[in-house]
């Protein structure tokens, strides 16, 4: 069956640093990943997409890397703030392919970034 | 532009009883989505609507239904509530090939059930 894990359920960095945090996926061949950032009590907000056929997709202090081989992606927040301070999760495309608004999620990784 | 708006922001309901959550899509976005998610889990996929009519589910039973309404706002309806039911119910509307942009999500309704 389909499954995606996330490093680790929690990451704590000093600000300044680059947060890096791990998607893994099996049983996908997904034609994009997507990452959104959650805070406490609010809905899951878009970050940034990364389709199949790119590497490395930019905005700002975020950068996304997408894998195809390994099947993962990675997401890094340089310079990090203590207000990127959130859980951020990975989503893919249920049942591959598009698959428009079906998204399977990972569980999320709580960044804490320490002043 | 406005959001996702879902309503009520919190419930409480004694198992066995039927709840009804409400969803307002964004502007322009025809497709809604219903996402439950349990405490320190992700969202997991209920169903999607889109032109009112039911376009995938996921792995949940026949007592969790919705609605689609011409304006695109939605329902999800849960019949015989269990405690396990006890969750945020997340609404995410999106336009057709919105995948490009991400999903909205609306901030979700917390559902206690007791």
Redesign the interface.
């Known amino acids: 069956s389909q499954k995606?894990e996330q490093n680790s359920?929690a990451l704590n960095i000093q600000e300044g640093k680059t947060a890096t945090l791990t998607c893994n996926y099996t049983n996908y061949s997904p034609a994009?990943l997507?990452w959104?950032r959650q805070d406490p009590?609010?809905?899951?907000?878009?970050?940034l997409?990364i389709r199949e056929n790119e590497k490395e997709k930019r905005k700002e202090r975020l950068k996304v890397t997408f894998d195809t081989t390994l099947k993962q992606s990675l997401f890094h927040i340089t310079a990090s703030q203590p207000a990127d301070s959130a859980t951020y999760?990975c989503?893919l495309?249920?049942g591959g392919g598009?698959?428009?608004?079906?998204?399977?999620?990972?569980?999320?990784t709580i960044l804490t970034v320490h002043p | 532009e406005t959001g996702v708006t879902q309503s009520p922001t919190h419930l409480i309901k004694t198992r066995g009883q039927q709840v009804t959550l409400r969803c307002s899509s964004q502007s322009g976005h025809n497709t809604v989505s219903w996402y439950q998610q349990a405490l320190g889990q992700g969202p997991q996929f209920i169903f999607q609507y889109y032109r009112e009519e039911e376009n995938g589910r996921g792995n949940f039973p026949p007592r969790f239904s919705g609605l689609q309404f011409p304006n695109y706002s939605s329902e999800l309806n849960v019949n015989a509530l269990e405690l396990d039911d006890s969750a945020l119910y997340l609404c995410a509307s999106s336009r057709t090939g919105g995948y490009n942009y991400g999903y909205t999500f609306g901030s979700g309704t917390r559902l206690t059930v007791v």
């Open positions: 995606i359920e994009y997507q959104y009590g609010r809905g899951p907000v878009f970050l997409l999760l989503a495309p249920q598009t698959s428009y608004g079906k998204l399977t999620f990972g569980q999320g």
